[in-house]
Structures are given as structure tokens and as C-alpha cells.
């Protein structure tokens, strides 16, 4: 739920956004142009809306654009985030989940065949046959196949400062929102800030670039990222 109200934006506010990216693209703004383009993109609500009829649930822009109809049961849309026409939206139809387009008549861009699948970023986790795997969202294909036992994710999110990790078979793997990832060879991980650390044969040590186990944390090839 939203925690705070604002505003719809306007036809007349969608116009005077763009001419603020316009700006933005020529890289000559200065910090109070760009204090005041925060300011304005911050008073509205540019999410889109979810709306019902007779139980299925459908989407609209921000202006009132239906760009999915009621169809589904469920989906994933952030608050105050716009939704454009053509956006990638994770819904739940018949029972399965899936990635559909939002062209105002819900093209399939991944069939709905998953238990459940995160927020369509450049990759996410899904669930197939009580088991765990990571789709690339571009291609369709499986970055991990689904046979993990686990996969770290934050709500709908699959990286937690740029990172996840999957467990299979009793030991773990590391991904990056990169699209880099090992295999599940380690005992544990741990991060917060900075490398990942990972215990490999009762020794502490960091991941080099080519997936190898190392005790040099120059060598060190995760880390965690800006949030």
C-alpha cells in the first residue's frame, strides 16, 4: 500500500517531464535544474494503476491508458513508478505466472508456466516444481536452471545490492546482477559492504574473476554494490 498521497500527473505534466529529460540528455544542467527536476518528478504519483472487474485484475498508465486488460489474477507493479506503454509487468494467470507486455492487449513475452516469478528486471528468480532458478528476462532463457533448493531475493527484487545467492545440494552459489554466478561449491557467504566473502574448505577467503576460490582480497571479483 501507498503510504503517502499525491497527485496524478496531467497530460500537461507528462510534457513538461519530458522536456526536463531533454534537458537532462544535453549533460549542461546545473545542480539547481536538477534539484528542481526532483522536486517536480517527486510531487506526482506516476504509477501505474491496478484496477478489477469481476475478480481479474488489469493495469492502467498513470493517465488512464489501459495498456492490460482484466485478465489476471495478479501482478507486480511498484508504487510510483510509471508504467508506460510496452513495459514488461509479471501477472498471474490461470494459476501460473508469467511476463506479459503491457500493449493494451497482454502479449506473452514469457508464458505463463512458473509457480512464481520476481519483478522482470534483467533477471529474476523463479519458482517451478518446488524448485528455485534464475530467467534472463531479455531472452527467455534460464540463466539457472530451476533446480535450486533456495534463492536469496528481497520482495520482488533479486539482488540485494547488485547480489544473490542460491542454495543446491547443500552448498551455495553466488550471482551478480552482472549475470555472473559459481557454481554451489561453498559452505557459506556472507556480505554487507564491500567483497563477498565465502568459506571453501573450512578457509574464508573471496572469489576471483574466473570463479576460483582465493585468500586475495585484491583478487576479489563479487562485491556488493551502491544500493
Not at 536538477?34 to 484496477?51: A, K, L, P, V, Y
Not at 495498456?67 to 506503454?85: G, H, I, N
Not at 534472463?136 to 534460464?142: A, H, I, L, P
Request: hydrophobic share 30%.
Amino acid at each position: 500500500m501507498k503510504n503517502i498521497s499525491l497527485p496524478r500527473p496531467t497530460l500537461t505534466d507528462y510534457q513538461k517531464r519530458n522536456t526536463y529529460y531533454d534537458i537532462q540528455n544535453t549533460h549542461e544542467t546545473t545542480s539547481e535544474q536538477d534539484m528542481e527536476f526532483m522536486d517536480f518528478t517527486n510531487s506526482f504519483d506516476w504509477s501505474g494503476e491496478i484496477f478489477q472487474v469481476n475478480d481479474k485484475c488489469g493495469l492502467k498508465t498513470a493517465l488512464g491508458e489501459m495498456v492490460l486488460p482484466a485478465a489476471y489474477e495478479d501482478m507486480l507493479v511498484l508504487s510510483f513508478r510509471d508504467t508506460a506503454k510496452g513495459d514488461r509487468v509479471s501477472a498471474c494467470h490461470n494459476g501460473k505466472w508469467g511476463v506479459v507486455i503491457a500493449d493494451g492487449i497482454g502479449t506473452w513475452h514469457i508464458q505463463p508456466e512458473y509457480d512464481y516469478i520476481g519483478y522482470p528486471c534483467d533477471f529474476t528468480h523463479v519458482r517451478k516444481d518446488n524448485k528455485w532458478g534464475v530467467l534472463n528476462v531479455s531472452t527467455g532463457e534460464y540463466l539457472i536452471p530451476p533446480e535450486c533448493d533456495s534463492i536469496s531475493h528481497e520482495s520482488m527484487f533479486l539482488f540485494i545490492n547488485g547480489l544473490a545467492v542460491y542454495d543446491k545440494d547443500g552448498k551455495t552459489g553466488v550471482i551478480s546482477s552482472c549475470g555472473a554466478f559459481t557454481a554451489a561449491e561453498f559452505d557459506d557467504v556472507e556480505w554487507s559492504e564491500g567483497s563477498v566473502k565465502v568459506k571453501y574448505q573450512d578457509k574464508w577467503g573471496f572469489i576471483n574473476e574466473e570463479n576460483k576460490f582465493t585468500t586475495d582480497e585484491d583478487e576479489a571479483y563479487y562485491a556488493c554494490q551502491d544500493s
